[in-house]
């Protein structure tokens, strides 16, 4: 059978979409593989949010064109939200390209890797919103490390958010069934994940659309009885959403990690009015009281978005003083893109790009004072943190995360040490709980040595596998 391989740009909602289509071939016999110029069939599942997002999606795509005029490739199959943007032009421009395939069209990958899917069918057609939703029977390969799995449990999006195109992207929202989740979950904990990640635009809208009350808490609730997994987190909560139900139901469960991801966007009232989100700064630290006061110990992460049309400097610093009152563990900025399909892009007193850099650099460095701040006080504590296998950049290091720590996105621990341990063939399986004793702390990151964990069991025979590296072909975790 063809060879296939996968670049997967973007989220790790985009991400779950890759592994779903890996699966399809999969199961349809294709073997997947992690280097390109062994492939037959190419797929770029593609990202484009803001317009770096799709700088880098191009790129990928004429990288990976190259294989086709010169390598064993035949076929290349452009994916994902690029593919809702710019159907069109993707085919015209870019001959190399024999199909596309939208958000809503995962499982069309199979016609369109045996080319049932003819190059520009889909030309000047109005496409259809997407509607697609896998579920717990879906072929799927995971490309993360063996103990870790996103899992989707909503798709698109309904809120106004003036400067987003991602309802565009990924059509109107729908949540999946909540017993197709929780068997999804039970599965993977059987298969060896110990820790699920739960993605959608809005996670704390799931289930109203499904006529459930409190839908997100009542499925954590019920996660965090399913046996093997060590920790459930989620990602992408909206602000007003923080239920006092929600709150108490991950102070209720130790399964349930004490970490919030809440994308703000900005502070100032002015901005968020502009930006359809509403609120502003005083309410915004009245809910992180809130959320400290229910959950102690918690970690928050937030996002923001500097130089949407007429941030004023008075409002920029608005959102310094904010973000120094806040005390963030974990932020993001984005600078302010100016898309075509956002209703943002009508606006007026557009910010100059040098501004809206110096705002970002400015903001992230208050962001980094704080966060250096807070991991100081983090030396000399014992600490539970799940063992992550040796480091990307040296074998000579392993890689941890504690529970207020998301995957990919913040900080990580650096363990350089196994108490009581010379050998490294007795080192415990990745997806490991341990306790670490912090020794050491940057701006970011934390050095530790791991002083107390499970002994490696039968499933440590498995060597770690390398996570692989943003854009490159993933390495596929065989026999999963
Ligand atoms: S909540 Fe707003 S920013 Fe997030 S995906 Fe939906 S429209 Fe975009």
Redesign the pocket.
Known sequence: MPKVGFVSLGCPKNLVDSEVMMGVLSRAGYELTPRAAEADVLVVNTCSFIAPAQQESVNSILEMAEYKKFGRARKLIVAGCLVERYRDEIQRQIPEVDAVIGTGEVEKILAACQGELPANATMNVAAEPPSYLYHDLTPRILSTPRHLAYIKINEG?D???T??V??RLRGKFRSRRFESVVREAENLAAAGVREICLVG??TTYYGEDLGLRDGLATLLTRLAQVEGLHWVRFLYC?PNRITPKLLETIAGHPRLVKYLDV?L?HASRGVLSRMKRGSNADAFLKMLERIRRAIPGVSIRTSFIVGFPGETERDFRELCDFVRAAEFDWMGVFSYSDEDKSASFSHENKIEPESIARRRDALMSIQKKISAKKLRGRVGQRLPAILEGPSKDTDLVWEARLEGMAPDIDGKVYITEFEGISDALALPAPGTLATIEVTESSDYDLIARAVEFAAPSAQSSARPQKPARRGELFPILAGR
């Open positions: 999006c809120h106004p958010c400067f987003c991602i309802p635009q809005d909206y994308p966007q």
